[in-house]
């Protein structure tokens, strides 16, 4: 079996408060049709050079115009199954044995919302009240690669572990889509958690991959995972996974 895993199924009511919802599905689907933008001139220097393009997706410009056609998109990693978020031309490959629940829009705790797409999730109830890892993409207002990616991971592991006794950032890294058509950053946040029972981890990690969309913000898909117990999500694994990140 792969390895992999994640806190409480899955982070709360799902219930987006206020206007989170629309800064989601209006904010991180304007990001996405931005950054397809930004993605197809990529993909045509690319492929006016004899290199291959964004796999089963076809992009054109013209007269600065994007059009996109595409079905949807067959995994990048054989045997996986491909999460698509409802009205967002965004994809990335997860287990198939994951659970992929489309109905959430936002992990949340008292004190803070982060709204989510896309969720994925694996482990539920492998200890009590505990979930092994759960993965969506999000969106956060700084353009910055490496502060958007610290700060989606370290609000994720406020909310999800609100137990925590250390949270702690990594150093931001180039990070690129396994097909180079985006490029961004990955970041690596650990910390330890007071766990209810013996059988579960004491301590998690937050991996994140952030796509700059300039002023509009970035785009960031994360996963969070405890660590240290069976099946625990890998960084090797977690990078492997948030690679696979498409627009289409």
Sequence with gaps: MPPYRNPQPPYGSGRTPGNARVWLFAGLGALVVALVAVTAVGVVTRDSGGQQGLGTTTTSTSAGTTTATSTTPAPVIAGYQTVVPNDLRAAWDVPKDWTVDTSHSSMNSATDSVPVAG?????????????????????????????????????????????????????????????????????????????????????????????SGGSAGALVLAIGADTGVDRSVTRDFARRLLATLRLF
Aim: aromatic content about 10%; charged content about 15%; some cysteine.
């Design 119 to 211: 969720l994925a999730y694996e482990g539920v109830g492998y200890c009590t009240d505990n979930v092994r890892t759960q993965m969506f993409l999000t969106q956060t207002k700084i353009a910055d690669t490496a502060a958007a990616a610290a700060d989606i991971a370290t609000r994720m592991a406020r909310i999800g572990w609100t137990t925590n006794t250390s949270i702690v950032p990594g150093t931001a890294e180039p990070f690129d889509s396994s097909s180079h058509a985006l490029h961004g950053v990955y970041l690596e946040t650990t910390g330890t958690f007071t766990a209810a029972d013996a059988s579960c981890a004491k301590t998690f990690a937050v991996h994140t991959f952030a796509v």
